[in-house]
């Protein structure tokens, strides 16, 4: 009797084995990532005021636009997929803007200043990682992070320059296509920017800046680039941005960008030479390794 179970009893324990390890939902098929910054609850920078008639938060403004980059880049014959790493909005508007970008929400709403291991590379510590696990798990040939800067919770006319961030390893080819394409379409084309160009800045391993999960994206061989062009407390810029058209043809332009460097691109990309040895720059936030009590933080520290 017991030998007619066993069989029933395998597959149902590699059932449960399975379920698992699936991390993310849907298929780990290959599919560019956009990543849309922050979360519902803490959604980022903000306006500070009315600009265009409203006032709108970075987090806001790509859940409405971000399937319009896509678009692009899907028209072109890339798969395309879009997340938040947070949880699905409360607001019935914004739940709505969602639905029409087909955002998928990972869940993970984390709170500010909080940092978190990598499923995929224990060591790499960040804010935001979850996107960067999701990144690798769809194996990812790009993942662009979008957001806005802002310099203030004041108005100001100009801040830092407009830059698109670059993993150390990977990322510069990616984001000097998408900040050519902003350049060539937006600053100083309909978004007022001082004659300024948007320049790429890579992101090297120490991990005292943000964008941290940059690194894990550099760990799986996956070029990446955070979007920090346009100033949300700069009124010219969020006066532009408020308009549909003007937004639409921003989400565009990062499409274009991407679309071009997928054409472009060649060679191999880097990979991390041994996922069980820490690189350099892990545990850059040695009270938060400490914390989390990641295996082998109190060592290296």
């Given amino acids: 009797m017991l030998h007619r179970l066993y069989p029933a009893l395998v597959m149902c324990l590699l ?8 991390q993310f939902p849907g298929p780990p098929t290959p599919a560019v990532v956009l990543d849309i910054g922050h979360t519902a609850e803490y959604p980022g920078a903000r306006t500070p005021g009315q600009a ?6 970075e987090f806001e403004f790509w859940c409405e636009n971000a ?10 014959g890339f798969p395309c997929v879009i997340c938040n ?7 019935e508007q914004l739940e709505e803007l969602a639905e029409q970008s087909d955002v998928l929400f990972l869940g993970k709403n984390e709170k500010p200043g909080r940092r978190y291991p990598s ?13 960067a696990d999701y990144a690798v798990y769809r194996q990812a040939p790009a993942a662009i992070f979008l957001h806005h800067n802002s310099t203030s919770s004041r108005w100001r006319r100009y801040g830092q320059k407009s830059i698109i961030l670059a993993n150390r ?24 920017n001082r004659g300024q160009r948007c320049k790429v800045q890579t992101r090297f391993y120490d991990a005292s800046r943000g964008g941290g999960w940059l690194n894990v994206c550099d760990d799986a ?21 408020a308009d549909p058209a003007n937004a639409r043809r921003y989400a565009e332009a990062v499409g274009h960008g991407v679309v071009h460097y997928l054409r472009s691109r060649s060679g ?23 914390r989390l009590d990641v295996p082998g933080a109190r060592h290296l520290l």
């Fill in 15 to 22: 059932g449960l084995l399975m379920a698992a390890c699936q």
């Fill in 52 to 57: 265009g008639g409203k006032r709108f938060s």
């Fill in 67 to 76: 399937k319009y980059t896509r678009q692009v880049i899907e028209e072109a």
């Fill in 85 to 91: 790493r947070g949880d699905e909005p409360d607001d």
């Fill in 119 to 131: 499923r995929y590379f224990p060591d790499r510590v960040a804010a935001g990682i979850i996107s």
């Fill in 169 to 192: 390893h990977n990322g510069s080819p990616l984001a000097q296509a998408i900040a050519d394409s902003l350049n060539a379409r937006v600053l100083n084309h309909g978004m007022p």
């Fill in 221 to 241: 061989g996956i070029p990446a680039a955070i979007i920090e062009a346009a100033f949300l407390n700069n009124r010219k810029h969020a006066r532009y941005l």
């Fill in 268 to 290: 191999t990309q880097h990979r991390r030479a041994n996922v069980d040895e820490p690189d350099e720059g892990s545990f850059g936030y040695a009270r938060e390794s400490r």
